[in-house]
Structure formats: C-alpha cells, structure tokens
C-alpha cells in the first residue's frame, strides 16, 4: 500500500543531502529525506569534519550554506575565521540548527531508516522504506510510498546500486587514507595559544585570532620531508620516546571548535592502510587517538589538563564509489577553468589527494575557478547523485569533495528539480 506520494526523496542526510532537501522544501516541493542516523549533518556531524574548507568568494548555490551559518551563529556555534573562512562549525550544535532548518520549510524527515527496494515506474519510482526496527519477520513496519525523483546523497552511491542499468567509473584502483577525528577538551586556550605563536613563526601554517574576545586558532605537520614543520622536533622525540608512533606523525592538523572555548578539533589519525577492514580501522583509529593525545598533554602547553571529550562516530572518508552519469568530470575540465551551461558550483578549492607515503600526497593549486556541470549530477532522468559520489575522474572529485561544494551540489540539484516539476 502506497502511503504518500513526494516530489522529490533525498537518501542521506549529510552535507549535500540537507541542502538538497532544504532547497527543494523551500521551493515548494514535497520532499522526504531519509537519513540512516538519529541526526543530520553527515561529515560535519558523525565525523567532525571541521571547520570546511574555504572556497572562491564567486561560489554558487550557496543561500543554504549562508542560512546554515546565520542559524548557527545565532546559537554561538559558527564563526568566521580570519582569513574570511565563515564555516567553523560547532558539531554538536549543527545537529539544533539542521533540525530547526528542515523544519521551517516543511521538509518530512525519517531518522534511523533506510531505502529498501526501489522499483522504477513509468515517471518515477515505488519505494520501500525501512527502519531500524524492520526485520523479516515486521514487513508491516515497512514503509511504501512513491516519488518522481530520488536524489542518491549516500556518500557511497547506496541507492544507486539498487537500481539496474547504473554503470560506475572504474578508477578504483586509486584510493585516499580515510581519518578518525576527535576532540580534546579541557584546554588553556591563552596559554597554548602565545605558546604556539612563539614556536612556530609560519603564519601560513599556524594562526591564531581572537574573535569576541575568544582565541581561535590552527596549525599542521605531516611527516613529508617537502616541508619545514616546526613541530617536527616534537614528533621525532616523541616517537624516539614511544609515545606515538612514525604512523601516527603522518598527519596532523588542529582547529578550534566554535563555541568551544577549551576545545580542539583533530584532523587525525590518518589511517593510511586503505586495505585495512572498516571494523579494524575504528580500532586502530582510536588506538592513535589515545597516543596522540598523550603526545599533546606532554608536549602542547596548556594540555595539562586536556581530555579526549568526542570521537567521531564514522570514519572520514575522502573517496567512494562514483557514478557514472550524463558527463563524466575530467581534471582536464578542472584545471582549464572549462565553462558550462548549467554549473551548479563555482571553486578554486585545489586537487587535494592524501597518499599512505612519504612525499607523495598532492595539493595542487588551480590558477582558474572552475565549474561543475549538473550534468556531472544527473544519472537519468529523475535520478540524481550528489556529494563525493559524484560522475567525476579520480583528481577531479578529490577538488570537489569539500563540505562547501557538496552544499553547492545540493542546492543546484534541488533547484534543476524544481524547475523540471
């Protein structure tokens, strides 16, 4: 039995999914979004993943990501950084802020529930929806209903598997190190602050700035020998000692958390073993945590005190399946600067591709803003992908993966939907 009908259905919750769902409600379209978690906000949210990366100020599609940061200020969990960055979110609050956005636009949100069939009609699609309470034996529990559209904002193209015909790039043999983040609390902001400008002059590496009379702040090092990292003395000793290990220094990036006031975000550990099983690699990932918080208390001033507070729910994925679709994106296209149609993100946000070795990751500048087309989004008609499984070459997702131009991905699907209904 069909329960409901919807404009549109957008799988996954996350970065892209939300401003898809958002933008399509907005619009005046019936929109569902599924979401698998007890939460919205996908890397921002299960992995921590802050602050986003800043992109070109001519970035478009961009009302929902403007909204998000308006919401969140309002309840202390968003600031612009120094260097115009405004996406330094607060995880935790973001979940408030996504909720009370879907819900002022009306958009049907189930948590804890997930696509089960997908059977294609004429103009659309039948669904079957399940929860986490569905089994075999409660098929009352499932959830029937239709749409003329789906949007597959998976991050892993979940949805389009299920659905015959959809063909994928075969690039897979290339792949990038995935991260478990954390959060240590319980920090002397001032104290680890003045100490961290006087040990590193490298204002390109570690800044700091104080907004509303709060310090926020950020450095890096990599164990690549292509950069002078003055934290480098540090990480040798400490591996010297055993508290961490050489596979542990392989990357390690700190922000501040906004609203946080004691808090740092980890942009670690870096897993680099891309063959290591998913359950293995939450155990090792933690395993690291541990350590590298003991080098922090150790060698950080104003740690002494520091405790690890949050560990991402789900690991951060840099690279995933992607689809095959309308076009297939080329680092040619991106690094041209070539110009579409119909692009539905703006960015000059660089190829950044992690690599398990020394030396070997890459952060290549691009000298031209470049466009994404919606065609790199459209699989067929009423079918559509978002987010890092886009149709994009290897490099080419690997500039297009951040938080911004997955917002920008989804807010461009929702309005080519609108205007199509």
């Known amino acids: 039995m069909i329960t409901n009908k919807y404009d549109v259905i957008v799988v996954g919750g996350g970065t892209s999914g939300c401003a898809c769902a958002y933008t399509a409600a907005k619009l005046g379209l019936d929109t569902l979004l599924i979401e698998k978690n007890s939460y919205l906000g996908g890397t921002i949210t299960s992995s921590l993943v802050v602050p986003a990366m800043k992109t070109s100020d001519n970035a478009i599609n961009t009302n929902f990501f403007n909204i998000l940061c308006n919401e969140l200020k309002n309840i202390g969990g968003c600031i612009t950084y120094s260097d115009g960055n405004a996406g330094w979110f607060n995880p935790e609050l973001t979940k408030i802020a996504l909720d009370k956005m879907m819900k002022d636009v009306g958009v049907n949100i189930l948590f804890e529930s997930y696509i089960d069939k997908i059977e294609e009609k004429l103009l659309g699609y039948i669904v079957t929806i399940g929860n986490d309470n569905t089994n075999e034996h409660n098929n009352e529990l499932l959830l029937y209903?239709?749409?003329?559209?789906?949007?597959?904002?998976?991050?892993?193209?979940?949805?389009?598997?299920?659905?015959?015909?959809?063909?994928?790039?075969?690039?897979?043999?290339?792949?990038?190190?995935?991260?478990?983040?954390?959060?240590?609390?319980?920090?002397?902001?001032?104290?680890?602050?003045?100490?961290?400008?006087?040990?590193?002059?490298?204002?390109?590496?570690?800044?700091?700035?104080?907004?509303?009379?709060?310090?926020?702040?950020?450095?890096?090092?990599?164990?690549?020998?292509?950069?002078?990292?003055?934290?480098?003395?540090?990480?040798?000793?400490?591996?010297?000692?055993?508290?961490?290990?050489?596979?542990?220094?392989?990357?390690?990036?700190?922000?501040?958390?906004?609203?946080?006031?004691?808090?740092?975000?980890?942009?670690?550990?870096?897993?680099?073993?891309?063959?290591?099983?998913?359950?293995?690699?939450?155990?090792?990932?933690?395993?690291?945590?541990?350590?590298?918080?003991?080098?922090?208390?150790?060698?950080?001033?104003?740690?002494?005190?520091?405790?690890?507070?949050?560990?991402?729910?789900?690991?951060?994925?840099?690279?995933?399946?992607?689809?095959?679709?309308?076009?297939?994106?080329?680092?040619?296209?991106l690094v041209s600067g070539k110009k579409f149609a119909h692009p539905v993100v703006i960015s000059n946000y660089p190829i950044d591709v992690h690599s398990d070795k020394k030396n070997s990751s890459k952060l290549q500048k691009v000298y031209k803003e470049y466009q994404l087309p919606i065609e790199s989004l459209i699989v067929k008609d009423n079918l559509f992908v978002v987010g890092r499984c886009l149709s994009a070459e290897f490099e080419a997702q690997a500039a297009l993966r951040i938080i911004p131009s997955c917002f920008s991905m989804g807010e461009g699907v929702a309005k080519y939907i609108a205007k199509t209904i």
């Open 145 to 333: 209903t239709e749409t003329n559209n789906i949007v597959d904002a998976t991050g892993d193209a979940k949805i389009l598997k299920k659905i015959n015909g959809i063909e994928f790039l075969n690039d897979n043999d290339f792949s990038q190190p995935i991260n478990l983040r954390f959060i240590m609390s319980g920090v002397n902001y001032k104290k680890f602050s003045q100490w961290l400008l006087n040990y590193d002059k490298n204002r390109d590496i570690t800044s700091a700035t104080d907004i509303d009379g709060k310090i926020y702040l950020s450095t890096a090092y990599t164990w690549d020998s292509c950069v002078d990292w003055a934290l480098k003395p540090l990480f040798v000793d400490a591996i010297r000692k055993g508290i961490i290990t050489e596979e542990d220094s392989n990357y390690f990036q700190i922000f501040s958390v906004a609203g946080a006031p004691d808090s740092i975000a980890f942009n670690c550990p870096r897993i680099i073993d891309t063959t290591l099983p998913r359950t293995d690699a939450y155990i090792k990932g933690r395993e690291s945590i541990l350590r590298l918080s003991q080098f922090c208390k150790e060698y950080f001033k104003g740690f002494e005190n520091a405790y690890i507070s949050s560990i991402a729910n789900v690991l951060g994925v840099r690279v995933s399946n992607r689809v095959k679709g309308k076009y297939i994106y080329t680092k040619d296209d």
